[in-house]
């Protein structure tokens, strides 16, 4: 079976975390400041801050940029559960804005007739590793005087316009989870270019203190340990040359897969650097079920990213959030992930082709 995922932990990451553990070390302490630092540098932004996972620093960013109960924070419901997860954390609603059906992105053509007199922030998600139109998602923001929060969980080295995802909003949450286009096993990190959010951001994470036990706001315990930052300060460095291997294998399956019946491979602009946390394709929705078991049958590994919107999980509905977001619905019926990361080989590639022609003819 090819996995969807597979994450890539070589020695050099190992030797790192044998030294954290030799040194005494473990919890937040100079490794964390270096891979704060590093980040902040590949980023292109003047703070990054470190927590212990991508859900802690939407959570923590919120807090940081003024995010408060009662407030409205506009987002995407075709993604991970936590992003709107984290304005409940905060005691905010969110709002859901349906998604452009080419990018899987929100649509900010339908973003301003969702603000209200009580929206405070828009967070987009740069779903897959494909950035969000943040041009004009920041001139509705600006427009507004919103703030946004870039969930850049799934885009680590992405591009928009020159710049790389996390450093457009005025702040970006990174998830560094196991099969992320980089990893520190679990983590994350806030980028942003305000001393103000990044001041707020380093106590929330750490009880509120402004320095040791000095605590001047209600904070919680979302630091990283310095043996998560050891595994990224190597994974950063490999992370360009990774993503490359997932372009050029996301460019073979598109190019050999584009004139096969019934499957629609993913499209992304000419403006933005799509690193392909996912290769996601679609087909008929009647179709799904029997061609995720003929791909798994022909061991091609498969996932769903996202069966059903956020405001359809229990959750929400017991909330009583609701939205109506056909594009987002449609999506969801559709879509199938199919392997595309750096441990992807030529054969793998021929191999996934291949099943997917077949596929098309039997199924399709």
């Not at 304005?87 to 603000?115: C, M, Q, R, S």
């Amino acid at each position: 079976m090819i996995p969807i995922a597979k994450p890539l932990i070589e020695d050099r990451e190992i030797e790192e975390v044998v030294k954290v553990l030799r040194s005494g070390f473990i919890a937040q302490g100079p490794k964390v400041a270096e891979f704060e630092r590093k980040f902040a540098e590949y980023v292109g932004v003047k703070h990054a801050v470190a927590t212990s996972s991508g859900t802690t620093a939407l959570h923590t960013a919120l807090l940081a940029a003024g995010v408060k109960a009662g407030d409205e924070v506009i987002t995407t419901p075709f993604t991970f559960v936590a992003t709107s997860n984290s304005a409940l954390y905060v005691g905010a609603k969110p709002v859901f804005v349906d998604i452009d059906p080419k990018t899987y992105n929100i649509d900010p053509k339908k973003i301003e007739e969702a603000i209200t007199d009580k929206t405070k922030a828009i967070m987009p998600v740069h779903l897959y590793g494909q950035p969000a139109d943040m041009d004009t998602i920041c001139e509705i923001a600006d427009y507004h005087d919103l703030v946004v929060i870039e969930d850049a969980a799934q885009a680590h080295g992405a591009v928009y316009n020159d710049k790389r995802t996390g450093s457009i909003g005025n702040a970006g949450c990174f998830s560094f989870y196991p099969t992320k286009n980089m990893t520190t096993g679990e983590g994350g990190m806030i980028t942003t270019n305000s001393n103000e959010i990044a001041e707020a951001a380093r106590m929330f994470r750490a009880h509120g203190e402004s320095e040791r036990y000095t605590h001047v706001v209600l904070g919680y315990n979302f630091r990283m340990t310095d043996i998560a930052a050891a595994i990224g300060i190597v994974q950063l460095k490999k992370l360009d040359t990774l993503n490359v291997k997932r372009i050029k294998n996301a460019i073979y399956l598109t190019e050999h897969i584009k004139n096969i019946d019934g499957i629609e491979p993913p499209y992304a602009p000419e403006n933005v650097r799509h690193v392909f946390h996912q290769y996601t394709i679609r087909v008929d929705s009647s179709k799904r079920d029997d061609m995720i078991k003929f791909l798994n049958d022909k061991g091609v590994g498969t996932g769903i990213h996202y069966p059903k919107p956020v405001y359809a999980q229990k959750l929400y509905k017991d909330l009583g959030i609701t939205a109506s977001c056909p594009e987002a619905e449609k999506a969801a019926s559709e879509v199938i992930s199919i392997p595309v990361h750096p441990s992807v080989s030529p054969e793998d590639l021929e191999k996934i082709v291949a099943a997917l022609e077949k596929a098309s003819k039997t199924i399709l």
